[in-house]
């Protein structure tokens, strides 16, 4: 049994793009009226102007790492011009000194992040004074609201926004190994390092790719939220020490020692490893992201960043001595040798060592064919199969599938195919027994709740069926129970759709549709009808009966092979055709019918379980019945196109 505590720091968030307009309104809320913004460049400036009145002094001047005495200069101005509202626009840079104003004051504090630092979703302040950075946690130092507008970070450069986000990984790699670590901010840093992980390679090669944005954005926000809800171990701690002390810059810092922490702690932190390579797609996870950073042109060398290499020891001694004053987290004991080996990997920019049993580096494989999807002529296509690869990679690695059984696959698939043909389409039952086309089909029309669910086609449609008068008996002479359908086709708001072209088609008692019966000459329970003026549609078939797919194939092997019946639950298919409106292909199920929990290619939907009720009375349309009948009344609703 696991045991964790978890406490959230709630801020006010607001996600989106051009969401910095909410400006006034979000400060007028804080009880603000005379802000002060701590931002420079343009960004600082369009901020400023966009909150009009409201902004009556700006602070270009924040620093990395948050010195004392600039926050001071900072202090100076809230006298003067009487401010009682902070809006920090920018990085972390400016998010601490806001942070720093805010717990000193009081007041409130408002962030609008223009980097992946995460910082903004954290009660921590980081400060340095006396060539020493220090942390510290409280709950005033979290900013009231964050703002976060996916298009303040289109002018990111490249190189910072690679930085910035190798930095929020770092925060979601040390929670997962953190003796504070719970299945929260677990399942917060795992989303956080795939999406990243998958954000920035694109983001690098179309910096104003705003889907890419949007989803380092928000790999960042909960990136921050792990470094908010545990401690941090080893990787900041070293942060701290290179930037205080060394002045080297923030993120970039991040970025070098991540994968060389990593390496470091892998030993004592293994299942946390498994799951980041997982999330990563690769097979070890420094040296994953040593390879992604690497790819990308990210800093791999403190040496690089300007950290002289004869004060290497000193640093790691700083590190060690910090961790005896003040104990922090990390999986694995703290040594001067350990931690002086670590640096000098990083201040070289070695990759680490991929220990012996980790098995092949798939990640750099993967993105060499993701890549070259990236001159698709049509950027849909080519980001569907990127995606798909992807998928598949991590499917063959995490399952590590063999050669054996990938040609059974391969072996599969092609069976599938030379069995296929016009009136047997086994890939489309492969894809509705998967629940695939169950799951498209809900994804493409579940949009208009007022109007009659879909359903999946099947594989036994068969396109351009007879045409067929009101009243026409459909069965061809088919032994079964007669059925009397009566339905009518309306527009959401009860309006019929007169002239309204429906497709019906339908098994025999037996279970066979009429493609699959060579004795027939004909098509049999399949029919094209019009609907009259009042929307209408009337005819005759027989009772629908529950069926087993077809089971001599590769796909009846694999439900055999898994232990699953075949079997469909009874129904009745159409489709529904009228120009100006969506189409719309369904199915109505016999209510009571079997298998309808556990139908094999999961197509019920309950709104389409419907009573075929017993006849009673002289049967319509002039027939003579000898025996029971049933009859089927419904009202479908199709929508708009």
């Given amino acids: 049994m696991r045991s964790f505590v978890y406490s959230s720091h709630p801020s006010r968030v607001l996600f989106g793009a051009g969401t910095v307009r909410q400006l006034p309104y979000e400060v007028d809320r804080l009880g603000g009226s005379r802000v002060l913004v701590l931002g420079r460049g343009d960004t600082g400036e369009a901020v400023w102007k966009r909150l009009g009145a409201l902004g009556v002094a700006q602070f270009p001047d924040a620093a990395m790492h948050t010195p004392v005495e600039v926050t001071e200069r900072a202090l100076a101005m809230l006298a003067e011009y009487g401010i009682d509202c902070l809006v920090s626009v920018g990085g972390g840079t400016s998010t601490g000194l806001g942070k720093a104003i805010a717990i000193r004051t009081g007041l409130p504090h408002l962030a609008v992040p223009t980097t992946y630092a995460g910082s903004e979703v954290t009660p921590v302040l980081g400060e340095t004074i006396g060539g020493e950075k220090t942390t510290r946690t409280a709950p005033g130092i979290l900013p009231e609201t964050v703002v976060y507008d996916v298009e303040l970070t289109l002018g ?45 390679p694109r983001i690098a ?74 999330a990563l797609g690769t097979g070890d996870a420094p040296t994953g992201v040593y390879d ?83 001159g698709s002529p049509n950027p849909r296509v080519g980001a569907l199969l990127a995606d798909l690869v992807r998928h598949l990679h991590d499917f063959v690695r995490s399952n590590d599938v063999t050669e054996e059984e990938w040609l059974y696959a391969i072996d599969f698939l092609t069976r599938t195919g030379q069995i296929s043909s ?47 008068e009101p009243g026409a008996d459909i069965s061809a002479g088919l032994p079964g129970t007669p059925l009397w359908v009566d339905v009518r086709v309306e527009d959401p708001s009860g309006k019929p759709v007169a002239g309204a072209v429906v497709d019906v088609w339908q098994s025999n008692e037996d279970g066979f549709y009429d493609v699959q019966l060579p004795e027939l000459t004909g098509p049999a329970l399949r029919a094209r009808f019009e609907a009259d003026a009042e929307g209408r549609i009337r005819f005759w078939s027989i009772l629908p009966s529950e069926y087993p797919i077809p089971g001599d194939g590769p796909v009846g092997q694999l439900l055999d092979a898994v232990g699953r019946h075949p079997y469909r639950a009874p129904h009745l298919h159409f489709m529904i055709m009228a120009y100006g409106y969506r189409r719309l292909v369904t199915q109505l199920f016999v209510s009571g019918g ?34 029971p009948w049933h009859r089927l009344e419904y009202t479908f609703r199709i929508a708009p196109a």
């Fill in 422 to 468: 016009p009136k047997r389409q086994e890939f489309v039952l492969l894809s509705d027994t998967l629940g695939v086309s169950s799951v498209v089909d809900a994804l493409t029309n579940s949009r208009t709740p007022q109007t009659t669910p879909s359903a999946v086609l099947g594989p036994f449609y068969v396109s351009g069926p007879p045409k067929a």
């Fill in 205 to 278: 090669e179309d910096p104003s790719d705003v889907d890419a944005r949007e989803e380092a954005l928000r790999a960042g926000w909960l990136a921050g939220t792990c470094l908010a809800g545990v401690g941090m171990g080893l990787h900041h701690k070293l942060c701290h020490v290179l930037g205080g002390t060394f002045n080297l810059p923030h993120a970039q810092t991040h970025t070098a020692i991540l994968p060389h922490a990593m390496a470091y702690n892998a030993p004592a932190a293994p299942d946390a490893m498994r799951s980041i390579a997982e």
């Fill in 292 to 374: 992604l950073i690497a790819a990308l042109d990210g800093p791999t060398s403190l040496g690089a960043l300007g950290m002289p290499e004869a004060e290497l020891p000193r640093a790691a001694l700083l590190a060690l001595t910090s961790a005896t004053r003040s104990p922090y987290p990390n999986p694995r004991e703290i040594t001067l040798s350990g931690v002086e080996g670590l640096l000098r990997d990083a201040w070289s920019g070695r990759r680490p060592e991929r220990p012996a049993d980790a098995g092949p580096d798939l990640g750099r494989l993967t993105r060499q064919v993701v890549d070259s999807f990236a």
């Fill in 594 to 627: 079997a298998y309808l929990d556990s139908d094999t290619v999961f197509g019920v939907k309950d709104d389409l379980i419907v009573d075929f009720a017993p006849g009673r009375g002289p049967a319509p349309a002039g027939r003579e019945v000898d025996g």
């Fill in 156 to 200: 990111l450069p490249v190189p910072v926004s690679v930085a910035s986000g190798v930095n929020a990984m770092a925060h979601a790699v040390e929670a997962l190994y953190s003796p504070d670590a719970n299945p929260v901010i677990d399942g917060f840093a795992l989303q956080a390092i795939a999406a990243m992980a998958g954000a920035l």
